[in-house]
C-alpha cells in the first residue's frame, strides 16, 4: 500500500500538468496589429483648383492643383468658405483615405492664417444625399432637374478609391453612384466630353447635380 502512494502522487501529478498544458494551448495569441485603413496622416500644401459641393449645395471639400482631393464635412461648408477660395494657398493637415483622397483635420489659408479646425468641431449629423444607389429622383428640398455638358477637368473619388464624379470645363459638378455609372457606359477620362441630367443645386460655385443620365458626346 505505501508503495502504491508514491505511484499515485507521480500519477495526478502528470494528469495535473498535462491539463495546465492543454489550457494554455487554449489561450488566444494576440494576432500582430496592423495600422487601420485609412488611418495614415498626411499634409499637403498647394493651391486651391476647384471647390467641390454636393448636390445640396454644401461644400464638402476642393481639388488642388497638383490633383489631390480634400474632403471635409458638410456641415463645416460655411466656414471652409469664409476660409479659403479657389486660387488661395493653403495647407492642410488630415488623414490619407486612399492615394488620392485626404480627409482634412484642419484647413489653413496660408496667405491670411485663417483656418477651420474641423478636428475640434463636433460632427453633425447630415441627411444623406439620395440616389447613391438609385435613380430615382430625389426629395431632398432645393434640389432641382438640372443639366450639365463640358469637358472633364478633374475626377472625383471616393473613399475606397472609387470614381464617383467629375468637375467639367463649366465648372459642374457631376455626381454619380455606381449604377448609373453601369449603365451609361460613358468614359470619364481628363478632356472627355460630357453631358448629364439630374438633380442638383446651382451657386457660386456653379452646378453640382447627382446624374440620373449621363454620357459622351
Do not use: W
Not at 89 to 103: A, I, K, P, T
Amino acid at each position: 500500500m505505501k508503495r502504491l502512494i508514491p505511484i499515485f502522487s507521480i500519477l495526478l501529478i502528470l494528469i495535473t500538468l498535462n491539463a495546465c498544458s492543454h489550457d494554455e494551448s487554449r489561450v488566444p495569441v494576440s494576432a500582430p496589429t496592423h495600422e487601420a485603413l485609412g488611418s495614415e496622416t498626411a499634409e499637403a500644401n498647394g493651391t486651391v483648383r476647384h471647390m467641390l459641393t454636393n448636390p445640396t449645395g454644401k461644400v464638402e471639400g476642393f481639388i488642388m492643383s497638383d490633383g489631390t482631393q480634400v474632403m471635409c464635412p458638410p456641415n463645416m461648408s460655411e466656414q471652409v468658405m469664409k476660409t479659403i477660395s479657389p486660387n488661395d494657398r493653403v495647407s492642410v493637415q488630415g488623414v490619407r483615405e486612399n492615394d488620392r483622397v485626404l480627409r482634412a483635420s484642419k484647413i489653413t489659408n496660408t496667405s491670411t492664417n485663417r483656418f477651420v479646425d474641423i478636428a475640434a468641431t463636433p460632427p453633425a449629423s447630415e441627411p444623406a444625399v439620395p440616389m447613391r444607389k438609385d435613380i430615382r429622383p430625389p426629395r431632398t428640398a432645393g434640389m432641382k432637374p438640372l443639366t450639365a455638358k463640358g469637358t472633364v477637368r478633374s475626377q472625383i473619388f471616393g473613399k475606397a478609391g472609387e470614381l464617383n464624379g467629375v468637375v467639367l470645363s463649366d465648372k459642374s459638378i457631376i455626381h454619380f453612384g455606381p449604377r448609373v455609372l453601369e449603365k451609361s457606359k460613358a468614359q470619364f477620362d481628363i478632356g472627355k466630353s460630357v453631358k448629364a441630367s439630374g438633380y442638383g443645386t446651382s451657386g457660386s460655385y456653379g452646378k453640382s447635380l447627382e446624374a440620373t443620365s449621363i454620357s459622351n458626346y
